[in-house]
């Protein structure tokens, strides 16, 4: 399986494939789609969707991870391009993009089904980053 | 039940580049493996259990591991923590 990261800045998300590749390895298959057509920031649904066939191509299902606001009508306007088919085997994860990604990134390393890896990335809204008391 | 008690000696504590590989090793063996740290006790396979235990420098940790293949576990895990950790005294 692999991932799709949509965000509105094309530089926040290539810095992140570069983070997610570095920690969970070169096995899991990572496309982006960050910022508009002509390069400003933004969403676009032709570039989702076209990142989602380029992971389709190559994997049997796929994760979509997105920022926020306007990133969801751009990538529902892209599964509405996609072949039924297709669109059966993409989910959209609600976990935050960059933790998320990266623990989505790891469980699907370790050969995780694609349930063990949505609920890893969506685990990432709990997870504890200071120490607690 | 095997174990072996581990202190974290790198400045970053078990930071997110060798938790991840810790997790790919552990998942290559099919006993229960654990990380325990101060009473808490995190799945060696799941990332989020173990970057959640928020393991810092100086930390003493237990691995341990039940199963058919514990002893080959804990080697395999000890040897990826190696340049991040002491044996504990």
Do not use: N, W
Request: aromatic content about 2%; charged content about 20%.
């Amino acid at each position: 399986m692999g991932l799709i990261l949509v965000s509105h800045s094309g530089t926040l998300v290539d810095g992140l494939r570069d983070m997610v590749a570095q920690v969970a390895g070169p096995d899991v298959p990572i496309e982006t789609a960050g910022g508009t057509e002509d390069g400003r920031l933004g969403t676009s649904a032709p570039r989702i969707s076209e990142a989602i066939r380029s992971v389709l191509d190559r994997v049997g299902s796929a994760v979509v991870l997105l920022d926020l606001g306007s990133a969801a009508l751009s990538l529902e306007l892209a599964l509405e391009d996609l072949s039924a088919a297709d669109r059966e085997r993409v989910h959209i994860s609600e976990a935050p993009l960059v933790e998320g990604a990266v623990l989505a990134a790891v469980q699907a390393s370790v050969g995780a089904s694609i349930e063990e890896v949505v609920a890893a990335a969506e685990s990432a809204a709990t997870m504890a980053k200071m120490p607690r008391a | 039940m095997s174990e072996i008690r581990l202190v974290v000696i790198d400045a970053s504590g078990l930071h997110a580049r060798p938790a991840a590989k810790f997790v790919q090793t552990a998942s290559r063996f099919d006993s229960r493996i654990v990380l325990r740290q101060d009473g808490r006790e995190a799945d060696a396979k799941s990332l989020i259990a173990l970057l959640g235990l928020t393991i810092r420098p100086s930390s003493e940790i237990t691995l341990a591991a039940d199963g058919p293949d514990a002893d080959a576990a804990l080697a395999a895990l000890q040897a990826e923590l190696a340049p991040y950790v002491s044996q504990a005294g």
